[in-house]
């Protein structure tokens, strides 16, 4: 062979080699991208157990009560940790590794998703037509409004059965069967969550109540990461409603465990309490967990086609939740957090918007009522 | 007949020492040179009126005065005996299993008991024991609060409670038959806590070095009756007494589901006690039949951490290193 191919062979060769480096180093990059996505993808669906510091949580030494407190004697230990300064300024209070949100605090305009006691303390100058009177907070309030609007007795919940009847004078708690989270078949608040801060809740089955929406024991959905503060329409929570409101894993059948009368699901209020829900559907109260494709006259041409990006002010639920939904359309499902707040807001009747402001046809409003009845704010 | 007469006297001997060795401490009671304990401090058996029988001068020191020492060695011997050190003047190098007073004395209050002629009195428990319930106190005379806390007596754990004078409620004991480990008598409870008359005597299983060098398989083992002791002056901590104070569950099953399954070596940091007492000591814990202690998670006389804990509470992390509450808590 001459000098001349010698060399062209060897160039060829050596080009061969440096190409099958190439590619060699592309499967490299490219396994260590995929190995980062599965990284990224797994830190998504890690628990968010409660974890750092036994004591940041538990001060068993405490003489004064259960636990660390800036509330003494409250009778209210949940505001040991998820009310630590009402007067204060922060809606999430970070101690060692562990995040708190707050429920009751004085930071404007930064109320978490379900709304701030504030506004029905009696610390400070309350309205209790905006919120829940909890233990250790508020006041119980005169009959009739000692007892959950549209209560009824006996009804099924998850875990067993709601109660018989809702004592005089018997003030709501946080949790348990006088309150909302927890398992509401236990009385004791304490016992009905006890374990669920430190259960693993990376999948939200409602198996227990650690592994429950927001340790509301059956619940559903998809937990925004900082409670909705400074959430965005492709960034929030994420509610389960069901299509045909037969379902005890929504947000709303949460509600109608003791506002029953306003829910139409047939262990609820039913159809003799809300109404005919489907088929020429006339609502005797608001409609919860309905599908916009099953509203009266049909979802086609209606005013609710033109609720069509996903509001924070005015959220609608789904049927599989991940919270990053945008869009809304047909399968989204009204809820009563479509309305109202859980825990409380600036506003009567624990609305998201100011009802009073609300007046149609003038043209001038898209949002609070608008946001779904589309046609009713202008023409 | 003298290979009869010696196979009877060794035979005999085998039966005395397998006897012997079966009653557990077998026998435990002090021994050995009198003076050794007896004259332990100039003056201690000067006769104080003539005529009169002798008596002990500074009774109240005894305790301290055989149970301390001034280096770091928590096993003394002292006239052929070997006597446990609840005191250190020193840093102690291997505390035994009540703890030791050194803590109490040299890093303050809140690290344990402040016993009379050990430590000043606590300047935050100026009365009662803290939780203390008079209906709780199995002993007819109680708690007095215009005295200070003792190693014995009614003001105290160890001996009679019955008997307010602390010398005079363990008086005789150390020199007393110790078997059957029953309760029945100062001497034949554990660590000579007899309570109250009213209650059996604490009884449990005698670590021969008191844990000076304890593992998982070699240590005291501990039953229920050791909580009564302790609610007889904290009682108010079990019965809610004391208002919302944190739920100290002691004598209670170590529940057989959730985190707790998963504890089934014994660890010397958060020890269990049995529903019997057994006659070896054991490293393995049976959720559903031990029981969670006081002990799990406190020591008896002082340790270096506040409220007497057995770790610092203030430094567990339920992410690094599995101690302290997470020995049990192992879902935490």
Known sequence: ?379 | MRKRIFSFLTISSIAVLFTLGMTGSGLAAVAGDCNACHTVYPGMTEKTFHAKPFEYVSREMFCVKCHSTGTSDTIMELGGNRVPIVFNNSKPVKPLAGGDFYYVVFLGDRKGHNVSGVASRDTEFTGFPPAYSRSLDPSSVGYNPQKPLTCAGSNGCHGNRNIEDPFEAIFGSHHAANTPSDGSTTARSYRFLRNADAVKGVTGLEDDEWNQNASPKKHNEYASSIDILCRSCHGGLQSGHAGRQFNHLAGVPIPVNGEYIKYKIYNLDAPVARETVPRVSSDVVIPGKDLVSCLSCHVAHASPYDSQLRWDYDNIFTEGERNGCLICHTGK
């Not at chain 1, 490219?30 to 940041?56: I, P, Q």
């Not at chain 1, 059956?218 to 937990?223: C, F, Q, R």
């Not at chain 1, 909705?228 to 005890?248: L, Q, R, V």
Request: aromatic share 10%; glycine share 10%; net charge neutral.
């Open chain 1, 1 to 379: 062979m001459s000098k001349q191919s010698t060399i062209k062979v060897i160039f060829i060769r050596s080009l061969g080699h440096f190409q099958s480096l190439i590619c060699t180093l592309r499967s490299v990059i490219c396994a260590l991208c995929a190995m980062l996505f599965a990284l990224c993808l797994f830190s998504l669906e890690a628990d968010a157990r409660v974890t750092g510091r036994c004591k940041d949580c538990h001060n068993v030494r405490s003489n004064q009560g259960a636990a660390q407190t800036s509330v003494p004697s409250t009778g209210n230990d949940c505001l040991a940790c998820h009310g630590r300064s009402p007067a204060g300024s922060e809606n999430i209070i970070i101690i060692g590794k562990s995040r708190f949100p707050q429920v009751f605090h004085h930071m404007q305009n930064n109320d978490l998703s379900a709304g701030n006691f504030y506004y029905v303390a009696d610390s400070f100058d309350p309205d209790y037509s905006r919120g829940h009177n909890l233990v250790g907070i508020s006041r119980q309030q005169n009959p009739p409004m000692d007892a959950p609007p549209g209560f009824m007795k006996s009804i099924l919940i998850p875990g067993g059965m709601g109660p018989a009847y809702w004592p005089n004078q018997r003030q709501l708690n946080c949790s348990g069967t006088w309150g909302c989270h927890g398992n509401r078949t236990i009385e004791d608040p304490f016992k009905s969550i006890a374990g669920a801060h430190h259960e693993d809740d990376s999948i939200l089955d409602g198996s227990t109540a650690g592994k429950s929406y927001r340790f509301l024991y059956g619940v559903k959905g998809k937990e925004h990461a900082d409670w909705e503060y400074m959430a965005s329409p492709i960034n929030h929570n994420g509610y389960k409603g069901a299509i045909e409101a037969n379902s005890m894993d929504t947000i709303s059948y949460l509600c109608g465990e003791c506002h029953a009368k306003f829910h139409p699901s047939p262990n609820l209020g039913g159809r003799e309490e809300v109404g005919q829900a489907y088929d020429a559907a006339v609502w005797r109260r608001h409609p919860v967990d309905i599908v916009f494709n099953s509203v009266r006259g049909g979802f086609a041409n209606s005013e609710y086609e033109g609720y069509v990006k996903y509001s924070l002010e005015a959220p609608v639920a789904y049927d599989k939740p991940t919270g990053g939904e945008n869009a809304v359309d047909s399968s989204s499902i009204i809820m009563c957090l479509s309305c109202h707040r859980a825990h409380a807001s600036p506003y009567p009747g624990i609305l998201r918007w100011d009802y009073s402001s609300m007046t149609a046809d003038t043209g001038k409003s898209t949002t609070g009522c608008f946001t779904c009845h589309t046609k009713k704010g202008h023409e």
